[in-house]
């Protein structure tokens, strides 16, 4: 049959074109080509870049007040002491609870802060007592603490002692109980925690004259908790502190790292404490 150009199904003859027109085809192509490339790349990039997130300030777990006053001043570009002058202004409205007496130690929870622009010390110590309320003024914390025989406040001093004492939950834990058990029994606690509180200082080292300086954080020279907190404990320390284990401890000694050792006996108790004293000796003479 011969080819019908008005035949549907005809193969079509392909025009023919010229030199200029195939320049025109090319140069539209690469044109196509290059908007198509283009408009995702537009659609992918931000029509506004985001601002550079701000610098932050991480409060670790334990530490104490006179430290985190250090560390803010340093992230704000403070003189030193500006922040503890910002926490003892009389005009100070840190939002701390009455029985704090003023005192933010305890109330400056451990956690990552933002420092935006305009960070101020004052309204950065009160950002940290807001979320120690957040965490431990809540009707659970205060109901747990009365099962312990305690206030919340007291719950807190508690935690405070168990975050110095020891490096894992477990053994906070183990911690919160000697010091339960000890209270219930009208015991010193003799927690040198409270010692180094009192000195300023943080060593595994107690001396006999430690143990004799004066003041209410003595807890080996006065029974009771001591008056405040000594530190800024986190969330597993005040679980610690509420949810002890069952346990009849009332000594414990970390002979090395990762090895806490309670006990109920003294006997047992002293020979732990010969054992650390030897591996300290051996420590100071390598």
């Given at each position: 049959m011969p080819y019908r150009p008005s035949s549907p199904y005809a193969p079509r003859r392909?025009?023919?074109l010229t030199r200029r027109g195939r320049r025109a085809v090319l140069a539209g192509?690469?044109?196509?080509?290059?908007?198509?490339?283009?408009?995702?790349l537009l659609l992918l990039l931000p029509r506004d870049r985001p601002a550079t997130p701000?610098?932050?300030l991480l409060v670790p777990e334990g530490r104490r007040a006179?430290?985190?006053y250090e560390a803010v001043d340093r992230a704000l570009a403070l003189p030193d002491g500006a922040a503890r002058e910002a926490a003892a202004a009389p005009a100070a409205a840190l939002g701390l609870p009455a029985a704090a007496g003023g005192n933010p130690e305890g109330y400056l929870f451990p956690a990552t802060y933002p420092l935006p622009e305009g960070t101020t010390a004052e309204g950065l110590l009160r950002y940290m007592v807001a979320t120690a309320a957040r965490h431990f003024g809540t009707p659970a914390i205060a109901e747990a603490a009365r099962a312990q025989g305690l206030d919340p406040y007291q719950a807190l001093i508690v935690a405070s002692i168990a975050q110095?004492?020891?490096d894992t939950p477990g053994d906070m834990a183990r911690v919160a109980r000697v010091v339960h058990n000890r209270l219930a029994r009208d015991?010193?606690?003799?927690?040198?925690?409270?010692?180094n509180y009192a000195l300023g200082r943080s060593t595994v080292d107690t001396t006999l004259d430690d143990t004799r300086i004066a003041g209410p954080y003595n807890t080996y020279a006065r029974t009771g908790l001591p008056p405040t907190p000594i530190g800024n404990p986190g969330d597993q320390a005040m679980t610690a502190a509420?949810?002890?284990?069952?346990?009849?401890?009332?000594?414990?000694?970390?002979?090395?790292?990762?090895?806490?050792?309670?006990?109920?006996?003294y006997a047992t108790h002293q020979a732990n404490v010969a054992e650390f004293n030897e591996r300290r000796r051996q420590e100071r003479t390598r």
């Open positions: 392909r025009p023919r192509t690469l044109l196509a080509l290059a908007a198509a490339i283009a408009v995702p701000p610098p932050t006179a430290q985190v110095a004492e020891a015991m010193p606690l003799q927690m040198d925690s409270t010692l509420l949810h002890p284990p069952a346990g009849d401890w009332l000594y414990f000694v970390t002979v090395a790292p990762g090895d806490t050792r309670f006990t109920a006996d």
